[in-house]
């Protein structure tokens, strides 16, 4: 089933949650919306789910506007994030419900009930309140509870935020497994940028309540449209270095007050050096800096603190006032205050204009 | 004295004040119903305090007519129904209309809310007995003078506002995700309400409960002004007439009758004591 917003707003008083959304889900797509607390995507969710109605535009399941059409008739299933399990009723009381409201025989809720409540392995807890179960148990009863109406659409409110980490990342395979199985549309809403990178298909990543782009993970990571996406996509997160862009010679350089870096004859193709302002914001990511001997046309860096993190090194550098992070593999030593040259891997790196936030990178054809 | 025994000391004498300042505070209540509790099985008392002779006459009301002077009362027993009836009343239509008002209160957005909120407030605020004349009218217009009915809407109309405060607080209490869950999983609103919120909500609705059978029972001046014909006396009207005639007062019949009019608010209360902990106002509040 496809899910498509057209031109969606909703407003709560004179606060607008979700500003002029307009994007498609295609069918049997696994969608992440991701950002950080308040930006909307939870009264995005809540909106395909019905509870809350926009404000202006259309929402549509295929095409069909589903603008007034009540939660209980759309046929979504949804975890929330605080499970919403019902207190009252036992594990297999709380799976039947959808069930039961639906008039279903008994042996039919039991059948039913038991393949979902095995799909997710808690088949052993049906006689228990949700009170006598962990965290993760609770967790895979609310998934069950959405899985046994067999919906065309599944909606999850940061399932995993209340897991611990171990937990977590277990259940993010399975999660993603049982939607690659069951070929349904999921739509996940998250704050947490590997939780996305990790389970989507595609991610629609927003801030103050507009969608800032909606691609794949890879896209997203490597070629971030904007500062705010550069900013939020990658754990250690991109470095960035304000800077003036210069022409001299027929030749490109960025500088500011302590480094001075010449862009080789590549950066051309892709970036529009043209029309963009002269005040950039150069972009870098951690693994894309690396520590050398050359001189050439590097960065001057004194170490500030090294941090080992198993698989390799996150070293954190002085330029100038501000700190900057570099992986380094995990053979590299060197103590606080030694002086470095850094290298920039040239086809990685990120110009934006620094009043419009936007990438000067050119569009690919 | 060695230090450990400082320290120990220290410790048991803010305990010790602790039991001696609520023992003091309790003790007249503790003595007083002790009191009743003796001389109801006295057979007068020395002084008009202390008991005497056992008996159980003085609670003879419970098997056989009773006599003072020329007054003859009728049995207690009808007199009972009554009262439990008018409790009772009082309770069921309290918790019907305070359960649904609660949770309009609580979960719906409409215009005029707040205005309706401190409304209620004003209204709990508002003596009732000032109401008496007017009330009388009203309910002589209605055809519902000397009508237990009539005592019982009464007294609901004037303590629905603290009712319906108290349970949009509990109401309040219970997250909107379960009652967004409950509408995804297909339920309408009055199923939402009968099969998810309500049986969260039972302390809350014990906790008015008990409040509405307690002012019903120990109803007074309602029922002592606007019914008139024995059949359909309360308690607290049978024990004031007990007093009715000083010169002839039978004391010990009368703390017989006391005793016997307490029974039930007292096991009420032995078995209700927890959800009466339980209440509160206000508290958790979800986005609207």
């Known amino acids: 089933m496809k899910v498509i917003f ?73 975890c929330f994030q605080s499970y919403a399990l019902y207190p009252h009723m036992t594990v297999f009381e709380n799976i039947a419900f959808p069930l039961k409201l639906k008039k279903m025989s008994k042996d039919e809720i039991k059948k039913r009930v038991m393949q979902a409540a095995n799909k997710v392995e808690i088949g052993h807890l049906l006689d228990r ?43 993010r395979a399975e999660i993603k497994k049982l939607q690659k199985d069951l070929g349904i549309n999921m739509v996940l809403v998250t704050h947490d940028q590997t ?48 800077v003036e862009l210069v022409e001299e010679e027929g030749k490109y350089f960025v500088k500011n007050e302590v480094i001075k870096l010449e862009l080789p004859e590549s950066s051309r193709e892709r970036f529009d050096f043209s029309s963009c302002s002269k005040q950039l914001v150069l972009g870098i990511r951690p693994e894309d800096l690396t520590i050398t001997e050359s001189k050439c046309n590097t960065l001057q860096a004194e170490i500030y603190v090294v941090e080992p993190l198993g698989r390799d090194k996150l070293v954190n550098v002085v330029i100038g006032e501000r700190k900057y992070k570099i992986i380094a593999p995990p053979k590299f030593n060197a103590d606080t205050g030694d002086k470095v040259n850094i290298s920039l891997n040239f086809a990685k790196i990120h110009l934006f204009d620094k009043t419009s936030e936007g990438s000067i990178r050119r569009n690919r054809v | 004295m060695g230090l450990i025994q400082k320290d120990r000391l220290e410790t048991i004498i803010p305990r010790v004040m602790v039991y001696v300042v609520l023992v003091i505070v309790s003790l007249p209540l503790f003595i007083a119903y002790g009191w009743l509790f003796l001389n109801s099985l006295s057979d007068g008392a020395f002084g008009g305090i202390i008991p005497n002779k056992f008996t159980l006459q003085n609670w003879r009301f419970l098997w056989s007519e009773v006599r003072i002077g020329t007054t003859a009362f009728q049995s207690i027993w009808p007199i009972t129904w009554n009262t439990f009836v008018l409790a009772a009343g009082i309770t069921v239509i309290e918790i019907l209309i305070a359960a649904l008002s609660g ?12 205005l309706i909120m401190k409304l209620t407030i004003f209204l709990h605020a508002f003596p009732g007995v000032a109401l008496l004349i007017a009330l ?7 055809n519902l003078l000397d009508k237990l009915l009539g005592v019982i809407l009464v007294k609901v109309a004037l303590e629905l506002p603290m009712a319906t405060w108290m349970m949009k607080g509990f109401f309040d209490g219970i997250p909107w ?12 609103r009055l199923q939402t309400w009968w099969k998810i919120i309500i049986p969260q909500l039972k302390p809350g609705i014990a906790a008015v409960a008990i409040f509405a059978f307690m002012s019903g029972w120990s109803e007074f001046i309602y029922a002592f002004t606007f019914i008139y014909s024995p059949e359909n006396y309360t308690l607290a009207i049978y024990l004031k007439n007990l007093i009715g005639d000083f010169k002839m007062l039978d004391y010990g019949l009368l703390c017989a009758a006391g005793l016997f009019y307490m029974i039930p608010t007292i096991l009420f209360f032995i078995f209700s004591q927890k959800s009466l902990m339980k209440v509160s106002f206000g508290g958790v509040k979800g986005p609207n």
Do not use: H
């Open chain 1, 6 to 78: 057209e031109n969606v707003t909703k407003k709560f008083g004179n606060f607008t949650a979700v500003d002029n959304l307009n994007v498609k889900f295609k069918d049997g797509e696994f969608v992440a919306l991701l950002g950080p607390s308040g930006c909307g995507k939870t009264t995005t969710l809540l909106m395909i789910a019905g509870i809350y109605k926009p404000s202006s535009g259309k929402i549509m399941f295929d095409d069909k506007v589903m603008n007034d059409v009540l939660p209980k008739n759309r046929n979504i299933g949804m």
């Open chain 1, 129 to 171: 309140k949700p009170g006598q179960l962990s965290g993760g148990q609770q967790q895979r009863v609310s998934l069950a509870r959405a899985l046994v109406k067999e919906p065309q659409i599944m909606l999850l409110d940061e399932p995993l935020s209340n897991l611990d980490a171990r937990l977590r990342i277990n259940m």
């Open chain 1, 195 to 242: 939780e996305a990178l990790t389970m989507a298909d595609r991610i629609a990543i927003m801030n103050n309540g507009k969608l800032q782009d909606f691609d794949i993970p890879e896209e997203l990571y490597e070629n971030p449209k904007n500062l705010f996406i550069a900013n939020f996509i990658g754990n250690p997160p991109m470095n960035f270095i304000d």
């Open chain 2, 103 to 114: 949770f309009a209160l609580s979960r719906m957005k409409f215009a005029g809310k707040d």
């Open chain 2, 136 to 142: 009388y009218i009203v309910l002589q217009k209605l």
């Open chain 2, 177 to 188: 995700d379960i009652e967004w869950a409950s509408y995804i999983d297909g339920c309408n």
